[in-house]
């Protein structure tokens, strides 16, 4: 093995050069730490004109299996990178990006009341995911103190003598090469297939708390662009059915994806992989309606295993591992129907650095307990939310794939649903579930005021709801017909 003098070689190591490794550098380095990125991936896209067709054509990057998938980035993350990560949001806007907002079709509907001031904070950047990325690589290069290797994937990591608190210390990282590379702390950004929770292990301390969800989404996705034009944005981007769900997202250069989601479980509907399969099936569902019509620029791209995942490093108050944090997907991965994955793991990225603002990185103990409460305050309870939903939701479609209705008393689930179903009718529905969708707000606050609940559920008919659209049997038959 190739050893350094001694000395840290960082103060802090990143793995992982995803946007969330990436925006974690930034915000660290912005606090005059030297951080050091590490990327399995070594194709760099490097500088140069035409950003978003180079990256979208050219950029490798088998390190993130939904890298060619299509993602929005939502207001909440959208609204960090210009507040707190503003290089990124420059960078993104030199990318041409598409300026959309949530609630524009939504609000012109019949009975709805237009544009409101405050509107604003439903605006968005978005562009599809290489070219978001872009924007993370450009602004991370150019940032003082933050060095991205590429082509360095990380396969150990080296630990010092135990803390105070008996667990083990971990003081650096070891590369595919044998390298060995010491900092104060170690950032697991290694995204929802990280390598850390394996090395961990090797360890031998105690585990993490983890948790795993047994059942999964598939998502079908497929890519259009329109040389007249890209469709207007969506009244709602995510709609869904019985036994599948369609989202539409819009992104840069007139360009746009559909997807089709179903259960895992549900292996009928796995024939959507066949273009024309998937095509017949989008044909059904009426809000795609002029959303298939542009040139394809990709097949439908199949992706499973899209279930939720989350460690906790901090077990019953006592860290497992201290040096070492986990950040976005690799603390929590989450369903991306709700297109919440980047804003989370940018809320994340940015917290942990004002944590390591307030801590330093002497007292790694202090620093793994305080960025866990931050975490557990207001990422858990997002995390905790999208996976009651899947579980209702896959249940869901078991039961309708079984033939029976799915019964649950979980109030909750009800009135989820219930509120979903009117808020394309009543203007304050749209605007408190906006919020909710955007990360801007938790439910119990958006929907705080008083008598829009029962408002919403008197519009309803009550809280007992059935998807509209198609029935899954009418979109199987139509798939199967030739
Ligand atoms: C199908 C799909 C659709 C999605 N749609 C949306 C959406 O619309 N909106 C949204 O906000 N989110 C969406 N998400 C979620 C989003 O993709 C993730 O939240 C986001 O990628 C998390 O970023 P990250 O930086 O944490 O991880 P990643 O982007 O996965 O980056 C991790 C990086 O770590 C590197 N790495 C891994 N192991 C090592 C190692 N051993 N050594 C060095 N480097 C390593 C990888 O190569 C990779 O570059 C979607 C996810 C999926 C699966």
């Not at 990178?81 to 949530?102: H, K």
Request: with cysteine.
């Amino acid at each position: 093995m190739q050893r350094r003098p001694d000395g840290p070689d960082a103060d802090v190591i990143v793995i992982g050069a995803g946007p969330v490794g990436l925006a974690a550098a930034m915000s660290l380095a912005g606090q005059g730490l030297r951080v050091t990125v590490l990327e399995r991936d070594g194709h760099d896209l490097g500088p140069g004109p035409d950003v978003a067709e180079r990256a979208w054509g050219d950029w490798r990057r088998p390190g993130v299996s939904q890298f060619r998938q299509p993602h929005i980035l939502l207001p909440a993350g959208t609204a960090l990178l210009r507040g707190r990560l503003p290089e990124v949001a420059d960078a993104l806007e030199a990318a041409g990006p598409l300026r959309l907002n949530i609630a524009a079709a939504a609000r012109e509907l019949p009975g709805m009341d237009g544009p409101r001031p405050g509107d604003e904070r439903y605006d968005t950047l978005t562009a599809r995911r290489p070219v978001l990325d872009a924007a993370f690589a450009a602004a991370a290069a150019a940032a003082p103190g933050v060095g991205v290797r590429r082509g360095v994937e990380v396969t150990g990591l080296l630990t010092g003598p135990a803390g105070p608190e008996g667990r083990p210390r971990v003081t650096g990282v070891v590369t595919q090469d044998g390298e060995e590379l010491r900092a104060a702390l170690v950032v697991d950004a290694g995204g929802r297939n990280s390598p850390v929770p394996t090395l961990l292990a090797r360890l031998g301390g105690p585990p993490p708390a983890s948790e795993r969800a047994e059942a999964g989404f598939v998502y079908y996705a497929r890519t259009y662009r329109a040389a007249d034009g890209a469709p207007a944005g969506p009244v709602w981007p995510l709609v869904h059915h019985e036994g599948l769900s369609s989202i539409v997202i819009p992104a840069d250069h007139d360009t746009w994806s559909v997807v089709l989601v179903v259960s895992g479980r549900d292996h009928a509907l796995k024939a959507l992989r066949e273009p024309a399969a998937w095509e017949r099936a989008a044909r059904m569902l009426p809000e795609l309606d002029g959303r298939t019509g542009g040139e394809p620029i990709t097949a439908p791209q199949a992706m499973a295993g899209l279930h939720s995942r989350i460690q906790r490093t901090v077990v019953d108050g006592r860290p497992v591992v201290t040096g070492l944090v986990a950040v976005g997907d690799a603390w929590a991965a989450t369903d991306p129907q709700f297109g919440l994955g980047l804003s989370m793991g940018l809320t994340h990225a940015v917290a942990l650095g004002d944590t390591v603002a307030k801590t330093g990185l002497s007292d790694p103990l202090d620093l793994a307990l305080r960025f866990d409460e931050v975490t557990a305050r207001t990422l858990a309870p997002v995390y905790g939310r999208l996976r009651e939903w899947d579980r209702h939701r896959i249940a869901e479609i078991d039961a309708v794939v079984a033939g029976r209705p799915y019964e649950t008393d979980d109030e909750v689930w009800h009135l989820t649903n219930a509120l979903d179903g009117v808020k394309l009718r009543d203007p304050d529905v749209l605007r408190a579930m906006t919020e909710v969708a955007c990360m801007l707000d938790s439910p119990e606050n958006a929907f705080a005021a008083p008598g829009l609940v029962e408002r919403a559920l008197a519009l309803n008919g009550g809280p007992a709801w059935t998807w509209p659209g198609p029935a899954r049997a009418e979109v199987l038959a139509a798939i199967e017909a030739r």
